[in-house]
């Protein structure tokens, strides 16, 4: 048992079963001991595969759009990310930005919002040349006008999981407890999660997630932007796609030396949980904060809409190298990120 594993079996000791959120905020961000406090390398060293560990394309492609809804706003403007990892991403950006449109990258600021001491320490390092342009916040994100972009973030946010009750005619909330030294899932109670219309073709024991956290973290973004847009790429699903079949743990899935994992109580702190975000939540939030517009498509129609204003216009792009194309190909086709990967804007002017 690891030392993180002992502290979730302490906290159940003294508290009794945990709700299945609390055990993976644990699991992925416990200080010093959560897979994410932990887990610098991503791509074929790490457990999971990402569009930045394609390479340099990822960044310079969203760098080239990015600056195209910046120049619609006057004055200073800010570029945000959260959930940045390593900072490789940003990194990718703003030497996209400085390359190419100085101008643009004179007025901009970088602001990354990141509570882990230890990813703040990456993210230093792998932004030494940017120093002077890029800041740091831990707290809630205040107004600003600019681009905001979440990539990979709303699936990572601690999620509740739930099993319909076909006798009960009801939704039950899981958590975790213990039984004879072991992690195990164990009922909570009667969720207040409802799916009219679906719940009558539900079957029995059939599993899903809610990511309340991540829908109201959304609508917290929208709120606060002023002018600009609100960007995230993620495993998102309309909400009939979370009944097409029934899932065991829903869209909850585990990660583990590139492997999927079906126990998500297993290698406490040494895998990856993540789950499919509720699109039409998120929509939701992001119309009630304000939002005036929002565009959904897969990943693979967000870059070859790019694609083709570079095409237009290629002397504002780097040369496309074999290399390049490559990386392309991987980001857009649908056997590769292309298809599981989807695109949401929502913007203010």
């Not at 200080?31 to 990402?50: A, C, H, I, M, S």
């Not at 930045?52 to 080239?64: K, M």
């Not at 857009?332 to 949401?344: I, R, W």
């Amino acid at each position: 048992m690891n030392e993180l594993e002992q502290q979730i079996h302490d906290e159940i000791g003294k508290k009794g079963p945990i709700p299945f959120s609390r055990f993976i905020e644990l699991a992925l961000y416990a200080p010093n001991l959560g897979y994410y406090e932990k887990q610098r390398e991503v791509g074929q060293r790490g457990d999971f595969y990402t569009s930045v560990s394609v390479g340099n394309l990822f960044g310079e492609l969203l760098g080239f759009q990015i600056a195209r809804w910046l120049d619609e706003l006057k004055g200073p403007v800010q570029l945000l990310e959260a959930g940045a990892h390593d900072g490789r991403l940003a990194r990718d950006i703003l030497s996209f930005l400085r390359d190419w449109h100085p101008e643009l990258y004179e007025r901009c600021e970088l602001l990354l919002l990141e509570p882990s001491d230890i990813r703040q320490g990456w993210q230093q390092e792998t932004l030494a040349d940017f120093k002077g342009k890029v800041k740091w916040s831990s707290d809630e994100v205040a107004d600003f006008q600019g681009v905001f972009i979440a990539n990979e973030l709303l699936d990572a946010f601690p999620v509740e999981k739930i099993r319909w009750d076909e006798k009960r005619q009801a939704w039950f909330q899981m958590g975790v407890g213990m039984e004879e030294g072991r992690l195990v899932e164990v009922i909570l109670g009667e969720s207040l999660f409802r799916a009219d219309p679906f719940e009558g073709s539900v079957p029995d024991g059939c599993e899903m997630v809610e990511n309340v956290g991540a829908v109201n973290y959304w609508g917290k973004i929208c709120s606060a932007m002023q002018g600009g847009r609100a960007v995230a790429l993620d495993y998102f699903l309309e909400r009939e796609e979370f009944f097409l079949s029934p899932r065991e743990n829903g869209t909850l899935r585990a990660y583990h030396q590139h492997q999927r994992v079906d126990d998500i109580l297993a290698n406490v702190g040494d895998q990856d949980i993540t789950a499919s975000v509720d699109l039409d939540g998120v929509l939701t939030a992001a119309r009630g904060a304000g939002a005036e517009g929002n565009r959904f498509s897969s990943q693979e129609k967000f870059f070859m809409d790019i694609f083709g204003q570079i095409t237009a216009q290629p002397e504002t792009f780097p040369v496309w190298t074999p290399e390049r194309t490559r990386q392309f190909q991987t980001l857009v086709h649908p056997e590769h990120l292309g298809q599981s990967f989807k695109a949401l804007e929502c913007w203010r002017s």
